[in-house]
C-alpha cells in the first residue's frame, strides 16, 4: 500500500498544479470579460450621450434602476474573477476547503442577485407602458414582455438568496446543518438554471431560427448564435449538469463525512467528470463565441474597439477549458489511484474451536 500512495503523490501534485492553472486562466478570462463588458457600456455611452442629452430627463427612472442593477451585477462577475484568481493559490499550496472558496459564492450569488433584481424592474416598468389607442405589437413580435414575466426573475433572486443561505449552512460543523445547506444549494441551483432560465431559453431559440431566415449573402448570414450560456460562461446545460453534481456531492460529503476514504474518493471521481462536462462546455460556448466575434469585428471598424477585450475574454476562458479538462483528467486518476490502494476489509477470523473433552 505505501508505495501505490507514494505512485500517487506525484500524480496528486500534478493534479493540483493543473487545477491551480486552470482557475488562474479561467478567473482571468472572466475578469476580462467582464472588463470588457464595462468598458465597452462605457464606449457606447459615450457615443450616444450627445444624441440623448436633451432627452435625459424623460427617461423612465425604472430604466435607469434595472441598468444600475446590471451594472451592479457585472461588477460582481468582475469581482468573482479576481476572487477565483486570488483563491487559485491557496487551493494549490493547502487544498480547496470552503473557506478557500467562500469570496467566490458569495461574489457568484450577489451577481445573480443583482442581475434578478435589475429584471424585476425592466419587467415591471416594459409592462407598465400603455400603448397608444389602436396600436398593438406587430404579429409575432418576440419577446412579449408582460407582469407574468416577473415569476422568472422573483426565482432568479429567491435562488441567489437560497444559495448564499444554504453555503453558510453548509460551512456549519453540525452535520445537520450541512445537509441543510446542501439541499438549500441543490435548490438554488434548479430555481436558477432550470426554472428561472425558461425565458432566455425560449428567447434564444426565437432568434436562433430568425437569423436562421437571413438571406444568405448578406452579412448577417455569416452570423450564427453560439449555445446558450450559463453564469460561468459554459454552455447553459453542462454548467447546470455540473452545478447540480456539485450539490449532489456536496450532500453526500455530509452523509460520508464519518465514513472511509474510499468513499469519499467515489465522490471526488463524481466531481471530476462533473469538471469534464464543465470543460467541455466552456470549450463550446467560448469558441464558439470566439468564431461569431471574429465575423463581427471587421464590420465595427474603428467604432466600437473595445469589443477587443471581450474577444480576448472569451479566447482566455476557452483557453482555460482545455486546461480544466486536463486537471479533471488527472483528478480522476488520482481518485483510482486512491480506490485501488485502499487496503482490503480484514476477515472476521473463525470461531476458537471448543475446549477438549475431559
Known sequence: MTEEVSATSPLMKQARNAGYYAALVF??????????????AIEVLIRILPYIGPYISTIPPWLIAGLICYLIAVIFGAILGGSIIKNAKSARDFGISLGTISSSVSAFSCMILFAGIGSIILVSGISSISYPYGYYPPLGYYPTVGSSYLTYPIIEVVGAILLLIGFRAYRGKQTDSKLVGAILMLVSVILIYIVAYIPLRDAYAAYSSMLGMVPYGTPISLVSLPPLPGTLLSEATLETVTLMMASICALLFAFLAQEGEAKRSIVGLILSVGGILFAVGLLYFNFSTVSLLSKLLPYTGSMMATLWIIFFGFLVLGISGIIVLIAA??????????????????????????????
Open 329 to 358: 483528467s488527472l483528478s480522476i486518476a488520482v481518485s483510482v489511484k486512491q480506490l485501488s490502494a485502499q487496503p482490503p476489509k480484514p476477515s472476521v477470523p473463525p470461531p476458537p474451536p471448543p475446549p477438549p473433552s475431559t
Open 27 to 40: 478567473g482571468a478570462g472572466y475578469l476580462l470579460t467582464f472588463i470588457g463588458i464595462i468598458v465597452v
